[in-house]
């Protein structure tokens, strides 16, 4: 059993709680749809534990947060766009733009992609 915070919104999203377009499952981690696309594909890759932020990875979770790698690498596969290029992010805390409290990354594909971000 995965550790779980009630308030949080990710976690009430693995719970069933609250809908959300999951396109990705496996032991350790789902995808869903952003609410609030920022590009023709973004997706919000999250592990099934809740951890609030980067800070709160444990050395123990290194397996679980390459798992959200894995995930991308094979939902970038699976949907075509691993050659053209797509980009992982992972916001920590407000300077960042952090705003749900459950780590994910950002897999956003199907556009050009300027940088540095803003
Ligand atoms: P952050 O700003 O923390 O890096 O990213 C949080 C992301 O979660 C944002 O891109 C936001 O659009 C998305 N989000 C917030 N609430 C919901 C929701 O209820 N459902 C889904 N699918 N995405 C959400
Ligand atoms: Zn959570």
């Not at 709160?56 to 290194?62: A, F, H, L, S």
Request: charged letters at 20%; one cysteine or more; hydrophobic letters at 40%.
């Amino acid at each position: 059993m995965w550790e779980s915070n009630p308030d949080c919104l990710f976690c009430k999203i693995l719970a069933g709680e609250i809908p959300a377009e999951i396109v990705y499952e496996s032991d350790s981690a789902i995808a869903f749809r952003d609410i609030n696309p920022q590009a023709p594909t973004h997706l919000v890759i999250i592990p099934r534990k809740h951890i609030a932020t980067i800070n709160d990875i444990e050395t123990g979770d290194n397996a679980l947060v390459g798992s959200l790698y894995s995930a991308a690498r094979d939902i970038a596969a699976a949907d075509g766009f691993a050659d053209d290029g797509y980009r992982v992010v992972m916001n920590c805390n407000e300077a960042a733009g952090q705003t749900v409290f459950h780590i994910h990354l950002h897999l956003l594909s199907g556009r050009s992609l300027s940088w540095p971000p803003g």
